[in-house]
Structures are given as structure tokens and as C-alpha cells.
């Protein structure tokens, strides 16, 4: 069940439904809008090995009307656990959410020296609340954070230029509606450049706009992880290990790592090549 017609949302699907079939499943597909309670009363009759949600509406959907034992999944997905997801019925999935820990311990391999890490949120947002907390746990041991509350500026701009002053090693940003939108990223990253800090980005198009780096989700990796787990979920013997409908599973997210060179030679950041080798084509931000 795909949230929207959305590109990302279909990719996911076909990348799903690819896999599957090889596997001599039968998927089929159906927009959320188009589903009535009759029509989901129909499916659950035909005894699916499984119902999939792509997207956080169709997701959410789906642990709420579907009745228990019968498996629910989910990929294309961000805060399951803010979503309720991780409550209530079982369910398995794979969230878009890459690990703070992972984001950071790349960011202390492309910048070795640096220990202060500067972040804007949004008080006001239960994301935002919880944020600082997190980014505080999953620091590397020696770093500090500096957070600048978006809440208490004018302007999305003096936001940035309060955080700026505090002489921060690198910017990191999050995928936060409540914070960024396509003005606040034009002109973070133009304040960034022109103070030769680095911006560590929540996806490749933020890397492509002028991050130096950052991690990137595909939906077809997203659909591809889904299929392993639907497998796993109903073939007794599935490797690494089965899954069991009555028990939740929820998996981080296979990334990409995107890097922009041209930012870092404006920057003069000499970024590794263990970083440069692992990260993904197109990594100029062309």
C-alpha cells in the first residue's frame, strides 16, 4: 500500500514487488486513497503473507485497521517510534532515520579535528524537543554540542547567525519541517560558505545544493530491505534469522554517503579517502 503517487513512494514499490517476484511471491499494489474498509476487509480474506506500507500515512494505516497475527510492514518511513509504530500491534519495518551515531562517527572520520558541533531545532516540535538530548548521547566521546532554539529568533537567518558566532566545527542538520525549508537551506549553506564552515547534510540534494557532506536514502534500497524482511517474516528458515509476526522489528536504514568536492575545495577540506571511497557517484554535487 503506497501512501501517495509520489516518485520515491513508487520506486520503493517496484524495488519491493522486483524482489519478491524473483522469490515467487505475488505482490500486488494500491494507492492508500483508494482503499475502503470493505476493499482492506477483501485483501485480509485472501490470507496475504503480508500487507506493506510505503510511506509513514499508509504505514500507519495499516498498524491501526490491521488486526493481529497478520503481518504488517513498512518501509519509506521516518520517527516510527514518534508515529506510535513501535506501540501496540507487532510490526517489522525499516525506517529512513540513518543512526546519530553512524551520521556523527562519519562526520569525525571526514573531519578529524573537529570537536563542536552546531545544530538549529525548533522547541516547539516534539522532534525538536527531543533532538538535542539525542545529538548529546551519540557524540563522540571529547565533542560538544552547540544548539541554537529556532523558537526564540525572528528570523530563520538569525538563527544562523547566532550559531555562527559560536565558532562551531561543523553545521549538522536534520529533517526537520519545522526548521528547513528551501530558504533556510539556501541561506545556511551561503552563510556556511562564506564563514568556511562545513554543513553535514540530511540528504544528497542537500549535498548537491552545497554541503560538504552527508547521507542520502534510495527507495529502492528501502524496498529491497522490506522484501529481505517480508522473507524473513515468512519463510521458516530465512537467514540471517526468521522473524516472528507476534514480535516488532525495526531496522536502520542501508545509506549512501554523498560528498561535495567542489564545496571542499572552497572550503580547503582534504576529506579522506576512506570517506571518498565509500561515498556515491555524482559525488561533485553535479
Known amino acids: 500500500m503506497l501512501s501517495s503517487e509520489a516518485k520515491p513512494y513508487k520506486d520503493a514499490q517496484s524495488a519491493l514487488s522486483d524482489h519478491l ?29 503480508a500487507l506493506v506500507g510505503v510511506g509513514s500515512d499508509a504505514a500507519v494505516y495499516l498498524h491501526d485497521k490491521v488486526p493481529a497475527p497478520q503481518p504488517v510492514l513498512y518501509c519509506m518511513v521516518a520517527d516510527s517510534d514518534g508515529l506510535g509504530l513501535n506501540r501496540g500491534r507487532a510490526i517489522q519495518g525499516v525506517t529512513i532515520d540513518v543512526p546519530l551515531k553512524d551520521q556523527f562517527a562519519l562526520i569525525a572520520e571526514a573531519l578529524p579535528r573537529a570537536r563542536t558541533l552546531g545544530l538549529i531545532y525548533h522547541s516547539g516540535s516534539e522532534r525538536g524537543a527531543k533532538l538535542v538530548k539525542a545529538v548529546q548521547a551519540a557524540l563522540p566521546g571529547g565533542w560538544q554540542v552547540e544548539a541554537v532554539d529556532l523558537k526564540k529568533h525572528d528570523s530563520a537567518s538569525k538563527a544562523i547567525e547566532e550559531l555562527l558566532k559560536k565558532k562551531v566545527d561543523v553545521i549538522w542538520t536534520a529533517p526537520d519541517a519545522e526548521v528547513y525549508n528551501a530558504a533556510t537551506v539556501r541561506t545556511l549553506l551561503l552563510e556556511a560558505l562564506r564563514q568556511k564552515v562545513p554543513v553535514f547534510g540530511f540528504s544528497k540534494s542537500f549535498v548537491k545544493a552545497g554541503a560538504l557532506l552527508g547521507v542520502g536514502i534510495e527507495p529502492e534500497a528501502q524496498g529491497e530491505q522490506a522484501a529481505q524482511i517480508l522473507v524473513r517474516l515468512t519463510v521458516a528458515d530465512a537467514k540471517p534469522f526468521p522473524l516472528k509476526p507476534d514480535a516488532s522489528h525495526v531496522e536502520a536504514p542501508r545509506f549512501e554517503i554523498s560528498i561535495n568536492e567542489v564545496v571542499a575545495e572552497k572550503l580547503s577540506v582534504n576529506l579522506p579517502e576512506s570517506v571518498l571511497s565509500r561515498a556515491s557517484s555524482g559525488r561533485k554535487g553535479e
Request: proline content about 7%; overall charge positive; glycine content about 0%.
Open 21 to 49: 517476484s524473483k522469490l515467487s511471491y505475488k505482490p500486488t499494489s494500491i494507492f492508500l486513497s483508494d482503499l475502503s474498509n470493505e476493499r482492506l476487509t477483501a485483501y485480509l480474506a485472501q490470507k496475504p503473507a
